[in-house]
């Protein structure tokens, strides 16, 4: 099986591993606070954190929980250690959102991480970002890039960067991040990990530094995608927020055996543009191949709709709404922003009603041609990007090449589609390759049943 992550050791992190320690008693939350705490001093400054928990803080927590171990079984997440991207609202934790000037305290959790809590799991500290989460990069921060574990010359992904690391490098067993054009699955795929992009609203966003309000969605990074479904489990619940959905009362988040002669699509082959590596052209096709022999039936799909969809997201209306999120911050500090942040938020002020009108338009007859696709397949398979950069490549190009990496995944909110981006192989130089498996709304259960079989598959 190609085990996600990169750290040796990782994946004494993966829930299953940490439940079977506590009931047998080999492990107390507090070894695992301790082992986490170590594995950071080893990690030195990599770029991963903006705030950390001291360890006696997490200490008491370890001893609070260890109180409570007789009720353990009705803590889906006891003992378990996460991370919170730097976007995310946690109780008298400074929000940064990667911009220091910017930065308030929050009186309380947002809802995704208080729900986390409850159910018993470790809140480790805070994570890297594309500042505003704006970018698929990594680089968009002032504290320094996290560092890519498999590769200290390459990205590392955005814009939830320092979550996807902590999660590869065994620092904690899962860790939130946020989703709007694919930044919680471009650095699940250069990270080794997966990333699960659920439905927008099945978990509210309040207490979220907002991007695109419309759009946004709290993902999750993990080792496995039972794990990853377990913590969205946890999160998905109505809320005041008015942008919240409830699951459907016909959908279920539980990952269910996969039914016989399940389908399949793919993009036509004259569709599928890996900007000329060849390398990442290999892996897909390889997975491909590996997902005919789970015994699915593979078809091949129209992708035009998609992609158009994919263009609309950084050359219409939604980078106003980005605008419309920090108007206020940029208009008073604007020489607080990265300056590539400032220049494409910025520049978002040309788009008028009428451009935002004609846009909505289109991309409801968009919807409506994509519906059509999904008429005869049960998900879709894409590359989770169609190339990797290294640092000095995007700090040489950073507008060009953060739009390459979104090819595959600007489209899916705006298509109202759940995602979940899994390991697919590597580079000859080490770096990881991801695919991800793409669905309708609610059906995150199905996905991630789909990715447990496809990395049980892989070699």
Not at 244 to 251: D, G, H, K, Q, T
Not at 385 to 413: C, K
Not at 438 to 450: I, K, S
Request: hydrophobic fraction near 45%.
């Amino acid at each position: 099986m190609m085990k996600p992550g990169a750290a040796p050791g990782a994946e004494e992190m993966r829930f299953s591993r940490l439940k079977a320690a506590y009931s047998s008693g080999e492990r107390t939350p507090k070894d695992v606070v301790h082992e986490v705490y170590r594995r950071i001093a080893a990690r030195g400054e990599d770029g991963v954190w903006i705030h950390l928990e001291s360890e006696d803080k997490l200490l008491a927590r370890a001893q609070e929980l260890e109180a409570r171990r007789a009720d353990s079984d009705e803590l889906p997440l006891y003992g378990v250690p996460f991370a919170v991207k730097d976007n995310i609202d946690v109780a008298g934790v400074p929000t940064t959102a990667a911009c220091p000037e910017f930065a308030y305290t929050p009186d309380e959790s947002a809802p995704c991480v208080a729900l986390l809590l409850d159910a018993g799991a470790i809140f480790v500290g805070k994570t890297n970002l594309d500042q505003f989460a704006l970018g698929l990069v990594g680089v968009r921060t002032p504290y320094g890039v996290a560092q890519n574990p498999f590769h200290a010359d390459y990205i590392p992904g955005g814009s939830s960067s320092g979550s996807a690391v902590a999660v590869a490098a065994g620092l904690v067993s899962f860790a939130l991040g946020t989703d709007t054009a694919g930044s919680g699955r471009v650095p699940a795929g250069f990270n080794n990990i997966v990333g699960l992009k659920p439905s927008r609203g099945l978990v509210s966003t309040r207490g979220v530094v907002p991007a695109c309000r419309t759009l946004d969605c709290v993902s999750v990074f993990a080792l496995e995608a039972s794990d990853a479904l377990c913590a969205l489990e946890t999160m998905a619940a109505p809320d005041e927020d008015p942008y919240s959905r409830a699951l459907p009362s016909v959908s279920s988040l539980e990952m269910a055996d996969l039914p016989e002669g399940i389908q399949a699509g793919v993009p036509l082959p004259e569709q599928r543009d890996f900007l000329g590596d060849g390398e990442a052209r290999s892996a897909y096709e390889q997975g491909i191949e590996r997902i005919s022999e789970m015994g699915a039936v593979v078809q091949e799909v129209d992708f035009s709709p998609f992609f158009e969809a994919a263009k609309l997201l950084y050359g219409g209306p939604w980078m106003a709404e980005r605008l419309a999120a920090i108007e206020e911050f940029i208009g008073a500090k604007p020489e607080a922003l990265h300056p590539v942040t400032r220049e494409l938020i910025a520049g978002a002020a040309r788009y008028s009603a009428v451009d935002a009108f004609r846009a909505f338009y289109r991309l409801e007859e968009l919807k409506h041609e994509a519906r059509l696709a999904w008429q005869d397949i049960d998900y879709m398979a894409v590359s989770t990007t169609p190339t990797a950069y290294t640092i000095d490549e995007v700090n040489a190009d950073p507008v060009a090449l953060n739009a390459n990496l979104g090819m595959y995944t600007n489209f899916v909110n705006l298509l109202d589609l759940c995602a979940i981006a899994v390991p697919n192989g590597f580079y000859a130089n080490g770096l990881p390759i991801g695919i991800t498996l793409l669905a309708p709304a609610f059906r995150e259960g199905f996905l991630c049943a789909v990715a447990e079989e496809f990395l049980a598959g892989a070699g």
